[in-house]
T-cell receptor, first 114, second 112 residues
Framework: NAGVMQNPRHLVRRRGQEARLRCSPM?????VYWYRQLPEEGLKFMVY????????ESGMPKERFSAEFPKEGPSILRIQQVVRGDSAAYFC????????????FGPGTRLTVL | QKEVEQNSGPLSVPEGAIASLNCTYS??????FFWYRQYSGKSPELIMS????GDKEDGRFTAQLNKASQYVSLLIRDSQPSDSATYLC????????????FGTGTSLTVIP
């Protein structure tokens, strides 16, 4: 039973480029959450999605960041025009539809902006 | 403002001792509490969840919740060097949906 999958594991971008981070939830899980972990800081919630719906995006920066979870395929976190302050580890978690308290994390994508 | 506070440590204990990790939170009405373990450069791994006051034991781990005092703790008995990691406390508040609020973590080192 595969766990939460994220790719790429490491991503390097120059300032102004776009970053696309992908997350495939665990089998049977229909809820996806994105968190960001800045160096020496705790995990911060960004967005919660179900298939084709954004349920809660209260933690998303107002500009340059967007997320989607299409009917087919992985969830994608997109960061446009990246800046150095976007350098962080981005973790995706998933939960089953009947127990959102059971959030299991993927290995993360470590984004470095040069 | 919902906040989760942890002592960043580092906390050092000798092998075989009990490690005690504490977490306080800012707002009553909280619902669910979680402890995650995170090794350096890795993703958080769920260790324990606790929903009601009292103790919950799972192997060498015991979570303790006191809602009146707004704290949750994690005890690790018979600590092993492999327990050396950062331990994250997470809280889910009833009126914030599925969002978890994390503390900054406590770094634990178990000395052989």
């Amino acid at each position: 039973n595969a766990g939460v999958m994220q790719n790429p594991r490491h991503l390097v971008r120059r300032r102004g480029q776009e970053a696309r981070l992908r997350c495939s939830p665990m089998k049977g899980h229909s809820h996806v959450y994105w968190y960001r972990q800045l160096p020496e800081e705790g995990l911060k919630f960004m967005v919660y999605l179900q298939k084709e719906n954004i349920i809660d995006e209260s933690g998303m920066p107002k500009e340059r960041f967007s997320a989607e979870f299409p009917k087919e395929g992985p969830s994608i976190l997109r960061i446009q025009q990246v800046v150095r302050g976007d350098s962080a580890a981005y973790f995706c978690a998933s939960s089953p539809p009947d127990d959102y308290n059971e959030q299991f994390f993927g290995p993360g994508t470590r984004l470095t902006v040069l | 403002q919902k906040e989760v506070e942890q002592n960043s440590g580092p906390l050092s204990v000798p092998e075989g001792a009990i490690a005690s990790l504490n977490c306080t939170y800012s707002d009553r009405g909280s619902q669910s509490f979680f402890w995650y373990r995170q090794y350096s450069g890795k993703s958080p791994e769920l260790i324990m969840s606790i929903y009601s006051n009292g103790d919950k034991e799972d192997g060498r781990f015991t979570a303790q919740l006191n809602k009146a005092s707004q704290y949750v703790s994690l005890l690790i008995r018979d600590s092993q060097p492999s327990d050396s990691a950062t331990y994250l406390c997470a809280v889910n508040w009833l009126n914030t949906g599925n969002q978890f609020y994390f503390g900054t973590g406590t770094s634990l080192t178990v000395i052989p």
